[in-house]
């Protein structure tokens, strides 16, 4: 494992930058002349990559995943122009581990967050984010939206591999006053890099569609890595008035929630649209996922969000909390109009996006698999055989088609609590005829239920680092 907890952040910022320059000037024998080219695959271009991540969007909450009810041309234009994931899994059902597996291309508890970030603690430095691996490949690399890795300024984006930072620090704000207003004293929380930026009374998704297009158009000329993680439609739930009025007829909390969603995709449009107008479209690859299942706090009028026959939301692992849409879109090298339904995870982009910017494989320790063989081909293998979740005391295991969720909570599906038995805190499913995790099986395959068990506890005494 690349860690080093306990050296003090100057010099493991320096080990581990030190340990980047040797990983891609070592990795082709290159000299640091060659800083453009370093640790690429002769010949091949550099695609600009936007990694586009909402925030608390549920499993099915974009129109072509299912929820008929929404408006959501931009992403299903996303979607008729790239390649649709069905079975595409977050690292974690909750905001800052999700973020950081993300980045990191580790399950959250290698990559040093196991929990949501508050005042103290964020991503450790010693981590290597995509954004350090597309910089050191020559890439401008920018933050627009939230972080909620680490709100100190020595744990700050501009420390882990973005060059330009605007958006805010904290799990979420008003879209405003830029105000977090959540817990303790009430703080603004709007960024510029490190300066603390007002901006009274503009609509926060406006201002970062706008920053985000300005940061494409500015570097246009060059390849660049923009990572637009938008805080909707996490609440508070602050949708244009225009979305307001077009769901007047649905009843709460559908109606706040999907109104937040359109204007998400709204904001979405622009950011393509600017790809589109400046005729980039064809050497960008788009990802696009949300960080997990929807919310059912009270903070957002105990739901809004769709997964459909999936059981749970987010803070759970079953599938509704874990289940994200994902789409990627790069036309004429990604397929368009395509469905893939192997088992992928966010740790998973990491590794693929190496691989479609024409750089050596990462060679440090990742969970993530390379995917791009599943985004050409229906057919591929799922690369993982299993997987991994721990939240708090819940903990999961996918072995195939086997799921085992132990400790997880009682739970919803569309918006009506499930029959929940002390006994189904071990619950074990098989996902190929029942994705809706309804059966417990745990009873009639205890064989099952212990070998998740041990796959579970290898991993996670292979991982825990306390
Ligand atoms: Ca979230």
Not at 315 to 333: A, D, K
């Amino acid at each position: 494992m690349l860690t080093g907890k306990n050296r003090n952040m100057t010099e493991s910022d320096c080990t581990r930058r030190d340990f980047l320059k040797t990983l891609a000037f070592g990795a082709i024998g290159m000299t640091l002349g060659g800083r453009r080219l370093v640790g690429r695959v002769a010949g091949q271009q550099q695609p600009n990559v936007i990694l586009i991540f909402t925030d608390d969007q549920g499993t099915l909450d974009v129109n072509c995943y299912g929820s008929k009810d929404l408006y959501t041309p931009s992403l299903d234009r996303l979607a008729q122009e790239g390649t649709r994931f069905t079975q595409f899994y977050a690292g974690q059902p909750v905001c800052s581990p999700s973020r950081a597996s993300l980045l990191t291309g580790r399950y959250p508890l290698n990559a040093g967050v196991p929990g949501n970030v508050g005042r103290r603690g964020g991503l450790p430095l010693e981590q290597i984010t995509i954004a350090e691996m597309l910089k050191e490949a020559g890439y401008r690399t920018a933050l627009v939206g939230k972080w909620h890795l680490g709100e100190a300024a020595e744990l700050s984006p501009l420390r882990q591999g973005f060059d330009e930072f605007f958006g805010h620090k904290k799990g979420c704000i008003d879209n405003y006053s830029h105000f977090f207003y959540w817990s303790g004293p009430n703080r603004h929380d709007l960024w510029r890099n490190e300066e603390e930026f007002w901006a009274d009374g503009q609509y926060f998704p406006e201002m970062v569609a706008r920053e985000a297009c300005s940061f494409i158009e500015k570097n246009q000329d060059d390849p660049f890595f923009l990572y637009l993680a938008f805080n909707m439609p996490h609440y508070p739930t602050q949708g244009l008035e225009k979305y307001r009025r077009m769901y007047a007829d649905v009843d709460e909390p559908r109606k706040s929630y999907a109104a937040f969603v359109s204007t998400l995709d709204e904001k979405i449009g622009a950011v393509v649209g600017k790809v589109d107008e400046l005729g980039l479209r064809e050497n960008t690859l788009i990802i696009f996922l949300s960080d997990h299942g929807h919310s059912v706090e009270e903070r957002t009028n105990f739901g809004g969000g769709n997964a459909g026959p999936y059981r749970g939301s987010k803070f759970t692992l079953w599938e509704g909390g874990i289940r994200v849409p994902c789409i990627v879109s790069w036309p004429g090298r990604i397929a368009q109009g395509a469905v893939r339904d192997q088992v992928a995870i966010a740790a998973d982009l990491l590794p693929t996006i190496a691989d479609y910017c024409g750089l050596q494989p990462p060679d440090w320790e990742l969970d993530g698999r390379n995917i791009k063989s599943i985004i050409e081909s229906s057919q591929a293998e799922s690369s993982h055989k299993i997987l991994y979740w721990q939240h708090g005391k819940q903990w999961a295991v996918r072995e195939g088609d086997w799921k085992l969720v132990v400790n997880a909570p009682p739970s919803v599906r569309q918006g009506k609590e499930l029959p929940y038995k002390e006994s189904d805190k071990v619950f074990l499913s098989n996902m190929a005829q029942d994705m809706t995790e309804t059966n417990n099986l745990a009873d009639t395959h205890p064989d099952i239920v212990k070998r998740l068990t041990s796959l579970h506890e290898e991993w996670i005494t292979a991982v825990r680092q306390d």
